[in-house]
């Protein structure tokens, strides 16, 4: 060993390529420029039991398929940042017990120290833009928490949107957040919030947040070319796409307002804090709602996986 490193420490090599997978349908997808899907994994993980979470994950891919286009669900598993999922790796997903929640702080993480995790909608669209995937469904999006005045839990899917140049489509801001503040936010940084085919701009289970969206457009088409004009002003940034819940399935704003407010009373008596607030609420709405809560949970996931598809066919036209 030279003198001048005598006494100090060798680190580990770093390795100059990221560990990454596409799956055979992805991978093929990319090759001949089809359009392609890309999928959040924590709403496996983390957002419903087994077997339920795999037929929810299975039942969207399947709808991606059915409008012309490649679902791509990203995850990392044992350190390597997968962008797709064939069957057993998904079916292997879904009863993983301790993954770990990715967000843009600890995505890296994971990975250098080869763990397993899902990715949430900051981290899914990190992985989105390395694979080149301009599209991403999810159910809704994080924001800014309900008394973030003192609390500060402000959610980084807010600062991602404004960074990471993805179209997410989903349907509003979760709910249980401060709807108004996370608006407000969005735009601040400067991200567009387009509804779709709808002036007010939805909350998740409910079409109605009381709220007029800053802006609509009625079709995936004039979506994509909004996009297309973004790209030819050199704007950088994702855009968000709020997509009302079918009609059918929702749960109206008075009495969604009515177990949520229950919901965070049981969370500040429970002390529940940071990445553990959102599964918390979930899981108690689940409760309080009797299970429709979740009925409408994946039918609105659904729903923007069919219109997250057909943006993206309309992107690729």
Same mark, same amino acid.
């Given at each position: 060993?030279?003198?001048?490193?005598?006494?100090?420490?060798?680190?580990?090599?770093?390795?100059?390529?990221?560990?990454?997978?596409?799956?055979?349908?992805?991978?093929?997808?990319?090759?001949?420029g089809a359009p392609?899907?890309?999928?959040?994994?924590?709403?496996?993980?983390?957002?419903?039991?087994?077997?339920?979470?795999?037929?929810?994950?299975?039942?969207?891919?399947?709808?991606?398929?059915?409008?012309?286009?490649?679902?791509?669900?990203?995850?990392?598993?044992? %350190? *390597?940042?997968? =962008?797709?999922? !064939?069957?057993?790796?998904?079916? &292997?997903?879904?009863?993983?017990?301790?993954?770990? $929640?990715?967000?843009?702080?600890?995505?890296?993480?994971?990975?250098?120290?080869?763990?397993?995790?899902?990715?949430?909608?900051?981290?899914?669209?990190?992985?989105?833009?390395?694979?080149?995937?301009?599209?991403?469904?999810?159910?809704?999006?994080?924001?800014?928490?309900?008394?973030?005045?003192?609390?500060?839990?402000?959610?980084?899917?807010?600062?991602?949107?404004?960074?990471?140049?993805?179209?997410?489509?989903c349907a509003g801001?979760?709910?249980?957040?401060?709807?108004?503040?996370?608006?407000?936010?969005?735009?601040?940084? %400067? *991200?567009?919030? =387009?509804?779709? !085919?709808?002036?007010?701009?939805? &909350?998740?289970?409910?079409?109605?947040?009381?709220? $007029?969206?800053?802006?609509?457009?009625?079709?995936?088409?004039?979506?994509?070319?909004?996009?297309?004009?973004?790209?030819?002003?050199?704007?950088?940034?994702?855009?968000?796409?709020?997509?009302?819940?079918?009609?059918?399935?929702?749960?109206?704003?008075?009495?969604?307002?009515?177990?949520?407010?229950?919901?965070?009373?049981?969370?500040?008596?429970?002390?529940?804090?940071?990445?553990?607030?959102?599964?918390?609420?979930?899981?108690?709405?689940?409760?309080?709602?009797?299970?429709?809560?979740?009925?409408?949970?994946?039918?609105?996931?659904?729903?923007?996986?069919?219109?997250?598809?057909?943006?993206?066919? &309309?992107?690729?036209?």
């Amino acid at each position: 060993m030279p003198k001048f490193l005598q006494g100090h420490r060798m680190t580990r090599p770093v390795s100059t390529l990221l560990p990454m997978q596409y799956s055979d349908e992805v991978a093929a997808a990319k090759s001949r420029g089809a359009p392609i899907v890309a999928l959040e994994s924590t709403i496996i993980t983390h957002g419903m039991p087994y077997p339920g979470n795999l037929d929810m994950a299975r039942s969207v891919e399947r709808i991606i398929r059915e409008e012309g286009a490649v679902p791509a669900t990203i995850a990392v598993i044992d %350190g *390597v940042l997968h =962008v797709g999922l !064939d069957n057993a790796r998904l079916e &292997a997903l879904a009863q993983t017990e301790g993954a770990m $929640k990715l967000s843009r702080a600890d995505l890296a993480f994971a990975i250098a120290e080869r763990r397993t995790g899902a990715t949430t909608v900051a981290a899914t669209m990190i992985g989105a833009a390395r694979a080149g995937i301009r599209v991403f469904a999810t159910g809704g999006i994080g924001g800014v928490h309900r008394k973030a005045e003192e609390t500060f839990d402000i959610s980084a899917d807010l600062d991602e949107l404004s960074r990471t140049g993805v179209i997410v489509v989903c349907a509003g801001a979760k709910a249980i957040l401060d709807i108004p503040k996370t608006l407000e936010v969005l735009e601040t940084r %400067g *991200v567009p919030v =387009v509804t779709y !085919d709808s002036p007010v701009f939805p &909350a998740f289970w409910s079409r109605d947040s009381g709220l $007029k969206s800053p802006l609509t457009l009625n079709s995936p088409a004039a979506i994509a070319n909004f996009q297309k004009v973004r790209d030819q002003l050199g704007v950088d940034g994702g855009m968000l796409i709020a997509n009302p819940v079918p009609e059918a399935d929702e749960i109206e704003r008075e009495e969604m307002e009515i177990y949520i407010a229950r919901a965070l009373d049981n969370a500040e008596r429970d002390e529940i804090a940071g990445k553990a607030v959102t599964p918390y609420l979930l899981d108690s709405l689940f409760r309080l709602t009797d299970g429709r809560s979740l009925k409408t949970n994946i039918a609105l996931v659904e729903n923007n996986a069919r219109l997250a598809a057909e943006i993206a066919v &309309a992107l690729a036209d």
